[in-house]
């Protein structure tokens, strides 16, 4: 995509007919995803830990008069009872799934927090329990045709490192040292999803995106970057476009990741963009499939677990 081809949410086929789950689609990016899908005639499903703030951001969309609507679900990531009730729910009340937007997610939290389950909150929240809910869900994405998954992750996967040996930040903690680790993970997970799918003759596209810097309350904790949202983030209608590009573009390739075409990709609207050398290690990405699928219990698209020492480098 090139810098001339300034590709809006106006531009986005239309979606009637289609089901999404938005996860985190109270605020910021996941609520304009939301919006943006709902618009153009999807029914969306806005997939919430706080089911006030859900509804009142329902309630919002649905002022906007869009062609498709919206219905606000429970769901806290950060608890794996949460996510298989969730995906319950979810089955037992549509017969398709065609975007799955893993959005939600936590930043920088300042001290070491743990989830329901035990997890370090921020790998446990921004790549587990999205891996747990992409896993129970997987077999109705299959029988979608053109279904996609969009992880969403950051620019601060170049940061990240994954740290095998302390993997739930135990024996030290770094709030944007577990973030990067955590969306380097997103990206990881991606890779190796989309390997999966094709290894399985599924017909599942994989991508994943970032916003970039876009002003939203997910720096609440991150200080100066909260700080200097008002001088540099753009807002969220812009910082969500490569997000709903990735989600329903027209030309999006499997294993994909989008983020704003601007300066250091911070702002501005969608293109492709590369990755760490560290997110496209498929030993690593093999080696944390089993490590997510042991620690959360959900299995999909198996093959044998790998070594550890390979995945180390």
Not at 10 to 39: C, H, Y
Not at 90 to 112: C, E, H, Q, T, Y
Not at 301 to 311: D, N, R, V
């Amino acid at each position: 995509m090139s810098m001339q081809n300034r590709w809006t949410a106006a531009q986005m086929p239309d979606q009637t007919g289609r089901v999404a789950i938005v996860t985190g689609a109270n605020s910021g990016i996941g609520f304009e995803t939301a919006k943006a899908l709902a618009l153009k005639g999807a029914t969306v499903v806005m997939a919430c830990r706080n089911l006030t703030k859900g509804e009142t951001a329902a309630d919002a969309i649905r002022l906007a008069k869009p062609a498709g609507s919206v219905q606000v679900m429970a769901l806290d990531l950060s608890s794996l009872a949460s996510v298989r009730a969730f995906a319950g729910e979810f089955i037992r009340s549509f017969d398709r799934l065609d975007l799955l937007i893993n959005n939600a997610g936590v930043m920088a939290l300042p001290k070491r927090v743990e989830t329901a389950d035990g997890f370090e909150m921020q790998f446990g929240t921004n790549h587990l329990g999205h891996f747990a809910l992409t896993g129970l869900l997987f077999g109705l994405l299959d029988r979608t045709p053109g279904s996609r998954v969009v992880n969403v992750s950051s620019g601060a996967h170049r940061a990240g490192r994954m740290r095998w040996d302390d993997i739930q930040s135990d024996k030290s903690y770094s709030p944007f040292v577990a973030y990067s680790q955590s969306k380097l993970a997103n990206l990881l997970f991606t890779h190796e999803l989309q390997r999966r799918v094709d290894k399985a003759g599924a017909k599942v596209t994989v991508t994943a995106a970032h916003p970039g810097w876009t002003a939203t309350n997910l720096q609440t904790h991150s200080g100066i970057a909260g700080f200097l949202n008002p001088f540099f983030g753009q807002q969220p209608p812009m910082g969500a476009l490569p997000t709903l590009y990735a989600a329903v573009g027209p030309d999006v390739p499997p294993a994909s990741y989008y983020g704003p075409n601007g300066f250091m990709e911070m702002r501005g609207y969608p293109k492709r963009v590369g990755t760490s050398s560290a997110a496209q290690n498929q030993a690593g990405a093999v080696l944390l499939w089993a490590v997510s699928e042991e620690l959360t219990g959900v299995t999909f698209l198996s093959e044998t677990a790998p070594q550890p020492e390979t995945a180390m480098a």
